[in-house]
């Protein structure tokens, strides 16, 4: 059953960065992974790992990903509503688009929206440009997103009432 879940997802790198710990004794250098994880189908997840060694950080990456997994609604391969996504100093605009506009992001964005599902899209990233900030944004921003059912069910109407706008007589 486990095996059934892990091959589900599909997986992606998006920044492998050496960094370095100064310390007394010398410099300790180790690896910053970010990785996403995505079923191409309404789940995505983001998460970091950091180790001695690449194959131990991209491991955790993994790992912490899985752990992070949301849903996503997706509405004719897009998202229902604009929405802003934040994270430290990155911030990242999410709009939908019609069909056959594709993709239209950054890397970091491109790989969280693309393992969600979503075919098309424009965004915009503003402030910081930090792969691991962006991807994080990105999925705030996702994690924000509504179906129209829910705002229905929220408001008391019909989902169609709430596409046509609910008028009040009097």
Do not use: C, W
């Not at 402030?127 to 691991?132: E, K, L, P, R």
């Not at 994690?143 to 229905?152: G, H, I, M, N, V």
């Amino acid at each position: 059953m486990a095996s059934a879940a892990a091959e589900e997802f599909e997986e992606r790198i998006i920044e492998i960065r050496r960094v370095t710990k100064v310390t007394t004794g010398g410099k300790n250098i180790s690896f910053r992974v970010v990785a996403v994880v995505g079923n191409r189908n309404g789940k995505v997840g983001v998460g970091s790992g950091n180790a001695r060694e690449v194959p131990q950080a991209i491991r955790k990456a993994i790992q912490d990903a899985k752990k992070n997994v949301i849903e996503v609604p997706i509405k004719n391969g897009t998202i229902p509503h604009e929405v802003f996504g934040r994270q430290d100093a990155s911030k990242v605009l999410l709009k939908p688009a019609g069909p056959g506009t594709g993709i239209i992001a950054s890397a970091a964005v491109r790989a969280v929206v693309e393992l969600a599902g979503v075919h098309n899209i424009l965004s915009k990233a503003l402030g910081s440009t930090t792969a691991i900030n962006l991807s994080k944004a990105t999925l705030n921003g996702l994690k924000e997103l509504k179906s129209p059912k829910e705002y229905a069910e929220l408001r008391d109407l019909s989902v169609a009432k709430v596409f046509q706008g609910a008028h009040k007589e009097g």
